[in-house]
């Protein structure tokens, strides 16, 4: 059987797949997967039968390259599709610069706060990660066995720290991390939702009084979205001992407290009625239970929300209720003393799905300016959705997640355990609880508010210049004092250059000065120094002149460099 013969067997398959999965109503995110196969195999057909064209889909036409040797037998088609893999990028020159600045505030805000960095391996053992994300484990990318170890690609940054802690018997440590993980999932890259992805963590391990560190975690991720400019955003906190109450309450079974709690997490994105209609259809839920539920996690507000718990006597007979009540009043006073309260809300509805988190748990989300955190925010047309009767559509609270975390205590404590059972160790928990900052959304949200003309991408101060006669080992000469200097600078590649196409390298790569020289001021021992600013003098527009030897200086100077 020929290969495009193979492929469309393959084909034919996957098409009654997909066809047998809609007709019985799989779950979406299933469908979803399998329509990108099918529609993968369709690509890879197209190509295998020698059309090269531009496919209906609106990937870019297959780039075939030319036999070339013995590599490749005549006649046969060796096309590619020239494109990065789904759910991953390239990003330009630009876009770079703006991610590094992001980048080094991080950074800079994490160490402000004493954090040191660590790394860790991209992809660790399979069983290091499983079981660890709730439903989000189907999320995790495998990799084939290289040599007698199944490992997968990391899914997050928290857990191989966890194992980190446990594996080095660290007992107490505040550290960040910035690396890239990897998720199979259905990617928006507009929204900047990929498989491929930095993940920016800051994480305080160790036994400390009870909310000091958790109100700390919440200062830090107010200063670094601040100081990134994301717009206005809200920091939704709730504590997984008063969901785990709510359920406990509500009758929610123990076997199925984690997944009804990944339905509950849903609510930022989808009306109750769908949630509800999963909890009964999907997950077998008792109606008048997940009926209970709703009443407790479509509750939101500020501290005062917590006296409104605290009169609701059914659930403060839970001890688990109590404890994390009295938790949160600690935090909304550490909060208003780390001047951060206004930009929190307690959210019963925040779940958050995975499986470690053990107390207090944040998400940061993006809001509209004129909508208070408490409120429903706009859609993406701008306009509230407005139920039957006239209530706001809880579903579109959030415009887009951009950090998230929590406290988990007993993550490190399972690793310790390993230890322990194969003679290593003994168990010990190392209480611990950070937030993780959703680069590839936050470097969305800020570059699509920048003009890209504006944006520089090096870091050149000046840029050589001749007037006439191209002048280039005068040039050279230049360039080298001042790179001699620390200056940053640049020259054209060319022994005669256009004076023209030199001033628009300095305005196309936003360089803000440029050293002047011709065969006049060479004789005469001088230089001039051209501002390439708009909103300059007459005289520095045009070039002012200084002595050569006074030219470093004076460029520092106008640079606000420190001598």
Known sequence: MSNVEQLRKQVDEQALTVRQLKSSKADKEQVTEQVALLLGLKEKLRIAGGDNSNSSSGTPAAATPKASGGNSEAGKSTGFTLKTAKGTKDYTAKEMAVRKEIFATLTEVFENHGAVTIDTPVFELKEILMGKYGEDSKLIYDLKDQGGEECSLRYDLTVPFARHVAMNGITNIKRYQIAKVYRRDQPAMTKGRMREFYQCDYDIAGAYDAMIPDAECVRVTVEVLTRVDVGPFVVKINHRKILDAIFDV???????????????????????????????????????????????????????????LEAMPELMASEKAREGVQDMRLFFRYAAIFNVVDYVSLDMSLARGLDYYTGIIYEAVLVEENVRPTQAQPTATGAKEVKEGGDIDESQVRVGSIAAGG??????????????????????????????????????????????????????????????????????????????CGIATEFAYKVKPRFQNQLNTCDSEVIPWAVLIGSEEVEQGLVKLKSMAKDVSAEEKSGVAVKREDMVAELKKRLGIVQ
């Open 407 to 484: 406290r988990y205590d007993k993550l490190v404590g399972m690793f310790s355990a390993s230890r322990r059972t194969k003679g290593k160790g003994k168990a010990t928990d190392v209480p611990c609880v950070g937030i993780s900052f959703g680069i590839e959304r936050i470097f969305s949200v800020v570059y699509s508010r920048m003009q890209s003309a504006e944006v520089k991408a090096n870091r050149t101060k000046v840029y050589v210049i001749s007037l006439r006669d191209g002048l280039l080992e005068e040039r050279l000469r230049i360039a080298t004092e001042l790179w001699d």
């Open 250 to 308: 509500a009758g929610v079974p123990e076997e199925k407290v984690r997944m009804i709690s990944s339905a509950v997490d849903k609510l930022d994105k989808l009306p109750w009625a769908d949630v509800r209609r999963e909890m009964v259809e999907d997950k077998g839920l008792d109606g008048a239970v997940a009926d209970r539920i709703g009443e407790y996690v479509q509750l939101r507000g500020g501290a005062e929300l917590l006296d409104k």
